[in-house]
């Protein structure tokens, strides 16, 4: 059985080959993610997985519900870093899945507001970020393309997979001043993008190329032309 200690390990080397590599440099970004235990966030019949460089599956394809998944280190943390979250910062993560987005980013900010549409994975972020004690954590349950107006607005948004394009109803839920940090097309066409608010005004510019899960709720509805 692994230990603690393993999982300690673990991280280190995530970090070290998987971040560092992919031009992770923040240093609160990297003490967080050494010190956030990744493996707490996956079903335990995959814990011995929770550090590979995948995306791990942690619900599966249920009807029309597409499967969910935690997000491979490296993309995740680039994102991550990409939003420059400070310590007074009031954060949306769209998409929580089992908390550890949520976890990662409640160390770095004030508070987080976790938006979860699956009840099943808002009841596991909830029942995780307990247990493990992060408190500024707080977990909603409702349609991801909707955001959470109730407490807008946020100094930075999180999408926690690729869409293919962010509804103006959550662009509505910036600050001014604030970011929003998202993975827009599909496999080999996605592209990390940093949006901001300045003046009223949402203005979006490209960074890297990045192939994650897509998110459900985002998907542009295709007409035919004749």
Same mark, same amino acid.
């Given at each position: 059985?692994?230990?603690?200690?393993?999982?300690?390990?673990?991280?280190?080397?995530?970090?070290?080959?998987?971040?560092?590599?992919?031009?992770?440099?923040? #240093?609160?970004?990297?003490?967080?993610?050494?010190?956030?235990?990744?493996?707490?966030?996956?079903?335990?019949?995959?814990?011995?997985?929770?550090?590979?460089?995948?995306?791990?599956?942690? #619900?599966?394809?249920?009807?029309?519900?597409?499967?969910?998944?935690?997000?491979?280190?490296?993309?995740?943390?680039?994102?991550?870093?990409?939003?420059?979250? %400070?310590?007074?910062?009031?954060?949306?993560?769209? %998409?929580? %899945?089992?908390?550890?987005s949520s976890a990662v980013m409640s160390r770095l900010a004030s508070s987080v507001v976790a938006l979860e549409s699956d009840s099943m994975l808002a009841d596991l972020a909830s029942e995780n970020l307990s247990r493990l004690g992060f408190d500024n954590v707080a977990v909603v349950r409702g349609p991801l393309a909707a955001g959470y107006a109730e407490e807008a607005p946020f100094d930075v948004i999180f999408l926690g997979g690729c869409v293919d394009f962010v509804p103006d109803a959550i662009f509505a839920q910036l600050r001014e001043g604030g970011r929003l940090v998202v993975v827009e097309g599909r496999g080999l066409t996605g592209k990390a993008k940093l949006y901001t608010k300045w003046n009223g005004v949402v203005t979006g510019r490209d960074n890297f190329n990045a192939a994650i899960k897509p998110l459900p709720g985002f998907e542009r509805a295709y007409t035919f032309e004749f």
């Open positions: 059985m692994d230990t603690e200690a393993d999982y300690a390990q673990r991280r280190t080397r995530m970090v070290d080959s998987q971040l560092r590599t992919t031009d992770v440099i923040n #240093a609160r970004l990297l003490d967080t993610m050494l010190s956030v235990p990744r493996e707490e966030f996956v079903p335990p019949s995959k814990r011995g997985l929770a550090y590979i460089d995948e995306d791990i599956e942690i #619900a599966p394809t249920e009807g029309a519900n597409p499967a969910r998944y935690l997000m491979e280190p490296s993309p995740f943390a680039r994102l991550v870093q990409l939003a420059e979250i %400070g310590q007074s910062d009031f954060v949306l993560d769209i %998409g929580c %899945g089992t908390g550890y």
